[in-house]
């Protein structure tokens, strides 16, 4: 009899403490009564606290959902995205748009006032020196471009002109050639360097 009595307070005291750990309840499920029989959590598999709970404590808490009935509660706390800084103007004082591949102005700049280079209107010295630095890398860019990347379909092609031109200056190397079968020779070679170059975007190629 006292082992019967032990065994009914172990359940009565893990029916107590399951009921005292409910999920989140939405307000129309918290006014309900839900029997404390044990269930299972349709998401984790773990245990509930009431049969009639469709999910446990943490995953209502997680899911922002209703225990019983798993409607949408408040959204779980979470940090708000920063709203981003505000872009620098890209317009000099007077309204001239600057290059787009100049970026943002300087934001901290001197309280000085002057006449802008290029036509920018007139603002601080900070400005103007950075106005002029791309200015200066823009003339220089123009003056030296850089050279053109051979298209992705070239580069086979490359590849055949590049094995031909080694395989002829090493026979021009070996080979006892006539005036004039020496003269094709090279006239052939000049015609395959020149391809290969207009290819990578080294020179221009015209065939005759």
């Given at each position: 009899?006292?082992?019967?009595?032990?065994?009914?307070?172990?359940?009565?005291?893990?029916?107590?403490?399951?009921?005292?750990?409910?999920?989140?309840?939405?307000?129309?499920?918290?006014?309900?009564?839900?029997?404390?029989?044990?269930?299972?959590?349709?998401?984790?598999?773990?245990?509930?606290?009431?049969?009639?709970?469709?999910?446990?404590?943490?995953?209502?808490?997680?899911?922002?959902?209703?225990?019983?009935?798993?409607?949408?509660?408040?959204?779980?706390?979470?940090?708000?995205?920063?709203?981003?800084?505000?872009?620098?103007?890209?317009?000099?004082?007077?309204?001239?748009?600057?290059?787009?591949?100049?970026?943002?102005?300087?934001?901290?700049?001197?309280?000085?006032?002057?006449?802008?280079?290029?036509?920018?209107?007139?603002?601080?010295?900070?400005?103007?020196?950075?106005?002029?630095?791309?200015?200066?890398?823009?003339?220089?860019?123009?003056?030296?471009?850089?050279?053109?990347?051979?298209?992705?379909?070239?580069?086979?092609?490359?590849?055949?002109?590049?094995?031909?031109?080694?395989?002829?200056?090493?026979?021009?190397?070996?080979?006892?050639?006539?005036?004039?079968?020496?003269?094709?020779?090279?006239?052939e070679l000049a015609g395959l360097r020149a391809r290969l170059k207009a290819l990578k975007g080294e020179a221009k190629y015209s065939a005759d």
């Amino acid at each position: 009899m006292k082992t019967i009595t032990v065994s009914i307070l172990a359940i009565f005291l893990v029916l107590a403490q399951a009921a005292s750990s409910h999920a989140a309840l939405c307000a129309a499920c918290s006014d309900k009564f839900f029997d404390s029989s044990l269930g299972t959590c349709k998401v984790c598999k773990g245990t509930t606290s009431s049969g009639a709970f469709k999910l446990c404590e943490k995953c209502s808490e997680k899911l922002a959902q209703c225990g019983a009935c798993q409607l949408e509660l408040k959204p779980a706390m979470a940090k708000e995205k920063a709203a981003p800084a505000p872009a620098a103007a890209l317009t000099s004082p007077n309204g001239k748009a600057y290059p787009a591949h100049w970026g943002a102005p300087p934001r901290n700049q001197t309280r000085d006032f002057r006449p802008l280079p290029g036509g920018y209107g007139q603002g601080s010295g900070t400005l103007a020196t950075w106005i002029q630095k791309h200015l200066d890398q823009d003339a220089k860019a123009s003056t030296h471009p850089e050279k053109k990347k051979p298209e992705a379909g070239n580069t086979e092609e490359i590849r055949q002109i590049e094995e031909k031109i080694a395989a002829m200056e090493d026979l021009a190397t070996r080979a006892r050639f006539t005036a004039e079968g020496f003269k094709k020779h090279q006239e052939e070679l000049a015609g395959l360097r020149a391809r290969l170059k207009a290819l990578k975007g080294e020179a221009k190629y015209s065939a005759d």
